[in-house]
């Protein structure tokens, strides 16, 4: 089934434990003869690296990719690309406390209903530490994206109470990485900053919102009925930890408006309207124009304040959490949101490429 | 590939163009030896049927059910269950003039990128007709549900501006299907009755939002990392026609939380927590508490006003929409709500059923 | 699951009992905007029916199919081409007094274990009558091929012990379905007649030999590891009723080979061999050389002779079979070998499009 | 795709080239909680090793499998369980004049086609050399079977033209590994030896036979249509690189048999018959009888002896190969029939466990 895999044609499985021997996966699908540069999927990799907001978990996620197939003389086969990231810093001893402890707001509870024998190990499985094997992935399907001109772009929209007001259309969406938390406007970033500064002193945590984006996808992606493109989008994004809820468009907003409010007004071209309020999608398919998306998520679920932990006896045990933790996941989750984003398009991409008898196979690149 | 079908183990695969000759599907997986009840399965589809809020489309869709397979003797066979409902009272005459013309909010012109050659009478394929497929899919799901006691509801929560502010559990949800609006206040309602009857006189449409909630799931519900239970739904959810946004739990609000507020508090019993803000799912799990989640409607794209249409060859044609159409589809989405949360909770508890290894095959029902 | 879905990008869904309201099935991903004739279809269907060996069934499967969807103005729309055929002529009343019978050769007791309840007229699911159904989806893959030059066909090689030496090289292939028993040499068809007609005398059935081809493939179809062309094709074949083997190339026969004599020599140009040994599959995936392949199929297990049934209760019962059933499969089995043969290739032909990034996107055809 | 996937609830992804990082695997869908001996898996593993037959490649594949995921403290954690086996003693220097030359019976040329770039080294993807992954899943798969009693052989029948007649029933199978070229009658195994000594003298390979059996199976595995056991079983088997074809039952032989002949007669007890000509199977389900099947071998296509080369540009080239290479593959496919067969009937015995509804979740192992 596909729980540990994503994808149709171009189809990531994941593995791996948070405080086990790897993380890693398997990309099957990806096309032959394509050019490889494997310091760029490094640098997908170290936009995902934590501490460097200066505040929150202090874990050295120094993650190295070791690619173990699937490319030869630094092109791709064809072949499956098997990679992992060896786990490293992992303090499994801050966890021993936990192992039939209950953590609120964690999966600790119904993993171990599902599963009965669990990895209680810095959340084990349903850690976020996953993400990082699909910020690798999505780091070769940009390859691809790159091949045909479409841009995928994130940032943080929302910390907390504190957002960013002005529409993506007039932000400088240039240099999103150099910002602390890949705010795109510095005076929010800042008020960001000291938001969450604060927040730590608290003992607490906070969530946002990211604006994700698409840009120059081809008017043709996605498929009818059960595959849109935004409800795979919007699986992708759900399946991020802590994502609360996907909308695209003018999303929750478009509740409220009129039909002939909200219909977008043709400009005479056939892919072009006046506010796109639709978010580039009609119907389920790309309409040529910008794709956006905007995710919540809640606050993390560790913090520094006691709480009460649930034993699997069902006794309630007061607690300080010790282990490392972020104050907020919204900065780290951006390059994720890119990452998911180029899968789910290369992947549509390549899916289109079924929908037509081709006259000749075209072997170019 | 999975366009046109839904589910893994449970899964449905979807046909059918608006003025066709019929739109019907395959259910595959469904168990065997199960009494089905024929008017049962009506009964379901009936609540969609439209015009019986007294506003909008006209179209008598007096959709009948057939059954071709898969039930003998009352009883399922284990077989595909293939049912068919014929198109009739669609007047694909108050089409034709619009062959070559792109409606604003509409597929038209992304399925004529897409496919070329298109079906333009009533919006084809991508005509929310098909959803009458899901809700007698959904009836099945239901039935298994039901043997195991989980209850599955929706209702609209919202039109237009319009908001009913009460929180599911302070509201009686017995009585939703004999509310024109499927509201579960009477007096709310009334208000948007109102609102509806001077948007269609002013020849606009409407949005919504729509709240689900599963009540008596088990504690196991859903897989990890890509096949979470909220990133399921949601891709459900978002694929019914007009739905622009999904959200559990707390959802967009849980952005400007913090976790000292959102992390649910344990009851001191494994599953029980004081304010189930994370809406039954921990971990793409279900907890065994009630799953809630919303639905934002953008408003429906063809309105009485009239409004520029785009042609094949890039003209803006001045253009009043004849044809029969709703005022805001909330209203019938409830019914398709219910029945795509069937499929999906029934598919996961199939699919559970694989992930331990059994010591005796029970053949019980 | 794909217990009852065949194929990957073009995809097949059956539904339908032999004695229930209708057989038929969804066809998925077949490419928009092709030219469909019907009449070309029901012709492939024809190609199926009974009776027409002069011994034999005289079921009177006067097969006609109705299409439901996914078909506009003679033209495919992208969406799923949905099809049925009523069944008629089915005398439920000769099975009545096997209800809790098991006949000897058939699926009675394993469907009985499986499915508890069962549809025991004309063999329900697990009737040969299903193939109709493939015959009618292979007709939509074979108008994709006919359209890239590939050609399937597949005869009789044998029936019983009466087999036909001749190579496949050396027979004239144009006439198979002008022959009763599809066997391409006149003399040798002669023979299996009357062969099946004293078989039929003696209250017997026999079994055969079907050799399937495709000519003028692309050197490309088949995907390494586990989606082998030869794998995919055994597959296929192995589906059919009553097939009990599936070899390529030289096959068992191979198994007596040297490496020396079995190894294929060049000739010079890529893709020619000396003998073709190979079966114009290497590593599989297609040599662009002829593909060719046999299927053997038991002897039909409905016989005139008096055979014991084991009643569900455990008991042995003498009974004489009454109904209509055939001599030997194979004659009707042709076009069924055709046509998943030409599922199998055209799901690779537009599989193999997804595996290049292309350049443009070509819409012609 | 599925084409480096293989099965439905337990799904093998497989990667690796011959001469690359490492091979290995990802198996997903393995359930949780079950204790897992890594001796034993290793000790499967080890029965595939080349070199023991004393005859042919001196490749010292002294594979030794790493763990990367899914188990803890043992135990199976319901997640994916990832493991790799490094690529050690590859001689790719062997293989450098071959990088543009194409092999006679080997993939070379349709690699090329396919992929345009190709690791020549070994075979690259396309090398038998990846079947020690479907060794090491195979034997995670045994251990869910020998939780339900179901038992798994293998062993050589026929190598060139040298046969065992005797039928598997009258043999003792419980010491087919101590026997160098897994065959169970030593007699016979002794003048298979001699014949493969004269046959690596002469330059030359040879092809074969192996018998596959599956004893305890319950009377329920498999699905109609398209997913009968052993089109499935037909499938995994002729993926297995050199495979030319496979049978159950009576297989081949069945053509020329009477259906009064080959019907197998009832015994009194519903699952019992007087042959089981039938192979275990009826309907596509099994019948609880064992289940047999053979597989017909080519010999290898790496020989002694001279052959022209092909090379890319289409010129003849004189060559001897150099390179380890067996001299028949047949004794080492031995562990890989059994290891798939095992990965056959674990994934239908989960998948079973969907097709009813249970009364109470059993939690049991």
């Known amino acids: 089934m596909s729980a540990n895999s994503f994808g149709q044609i171009l189809r990531l499985t994941s593995f791996g434990e948070s405080h086990g021997q790897a993380i890693g996966g398997i990309l099957d699908g990806f096309p032959a003869n394509i050019s490889i540069s494997l310091s760029d999927i490094q640098a997908e990799l170290d936009k995902r690296k934590p501490a460097q907001i200066g505040i929150g978990s202090n874990r050295q996620e120094n993650d190295q990719i070791e690619i173990l197939s699937g490319i030869f003389q630094g092109k791709s086969l064809g072949s499956p690309i098997a990679f992992l990231i060896r ?33 209680h190990r810095g959340g084990g499985r349903a850690s976020a530490r996953q993400t990082a094997v699909w910020v690798a992935a999505g780091a070769f399907a ?38 602390r938390l890949r705010c795109p406007q510095e005076t929010k970033s800042l008020e960001m900053q000291n938001l969450l500064k604060q927040t730590a002193k608290d003992g607490d945590s906070l969530g946002g919102v990211i604006l994700g984006l698409i840009q120059n996808a081809p008017q043709n992606l996605g498929e009818p009925i059960f595959d849109k493109l935004h409800a795979r989008l919007g699986m992708a994004m759900l399946s991020i930890p802590a994502c609360r809820g996907f ?34 999608i009609r119907g389920g398919i790309s309409t040529g124009e910008d794709i956006y998306f905007r995710l919540a998520f809640k606050p993390i679920a560790s913090i520094g304040k ?29 390059p994720i949101v890119e ?18 008898i081709t006259n000749t196979h075209t072997n170019a690149h």
Not at 256 to 276: I, P, R, Y
């Open 87 to 119: 786990n490293t810093d992992a303090r499994s001893q801050d966890y021993e406390a936990l192992q039939n402890l209950y953590r609120p707001g964690h999966a600790d509870d119904t993993y171990s209903a599902k599963y009965i024998h669990r990895d």
């Open 142 to 179: 940009k390859i691809l994206l790159n091949a045909k001109g479409i841009d995928i772009k994130a940032y943080t929209e929302q910390i907390g109470d504190c957002k960013l007001e002005i529409p993506y259309t007039d932000l400088d969406l240039t240099h999103i990485y150099t910002d």
């Open 247 to 280: 909308e695209f468009g003018c999303g929750f907003k478009a509740a409220s408006m009129k039909g002939s409010e909200h219909n977008d007004l043709w400009l005479g071209k056939s892919n072009q309207t006046l506010h796109n309020y639709a978010g580039g």
């Open 306 to 334: 006691p709480q009460k932990l649930l034993s699997s006896t069902g006794d309630l045990i007061d607690y300080s959490l010790s282990g490392r933790h972020d104050i907020c996941c919204v900065p780290r989750a951006v």
């Open 339 to 356: 990452a998911l984003s180029a899968l789910v398009i290369a992947d549509f991409l390549l899916l289109q490429q079924c929908s037509r």
